[in-house]
């Protein structure tokens, strides 16, 4: 027989019925039904969008990724997935950096060691910054 929705403590609540359904199995109480149904309504759900990838790989290296994921606690997807996407993360960042040939090194240095006169667009800078922030 269903159960009819009812007032509870003089409160019309909307979703009295679901409560009703789910404290005969979870034992909740309506209090802890309204603070989990709110905590919910008010998390933003996003969903990202996902790709698929298929590998093939030998048992013992399956076997390890198994055991790895295992130890943390998570999935074999999720741990392939994060380890795989820290070393690409760490293979872009190696690759980004800035690689300067030998002869483009002795001229950073030199530049630094002895720097040429300031022009005259330069010295105007300088003195529009000294005038701006009223330094002598």
Not at 23 to 32: D, P, Q
Not at 42 to 68: D, H, Q
Not at 103 to 115: G, Y
Request: charged share 25%; proline share 4%; hydrophobic share 45%.
């Amino acid at each position: 027989m269903p159960m009819k929705a009812t007032k509870i403590k003089g409160r019309c609540f909307e979703h009295q019925t679901l409560w009703l359904k789910l404290s005969n199995i979870f034992n909740l109480t309506f209090t802890a039904y309204c603070r989990i149904y709110t905590v919910m309504k008010n998390t933003k759900r996003t969903i990202s969008p996902t790709a698929r990838l298929e590998a093939r790989l030998p048992v013992a290296a399956y076997a390890m990724l198994k055991r790895a994921a295992e130890i943390q606690g998570r999935t074999i997807t999720d741990f392939v997935v994060t380890a795989s996407c820290d070393a690409a993360k760490e293979t872009i960042e190696t690759t980004e950096i800035i690689r300067l040939s030998v002869e483009d090194q002795r001229l950073f240095a030199e530049s630094i060691i002895n720097p040429p006169e300031p022009n005259h667009a330069l010295i105007q800078a300088a003195v529009k910054y000294h005038e701006l922030l009223a330094i002598k």
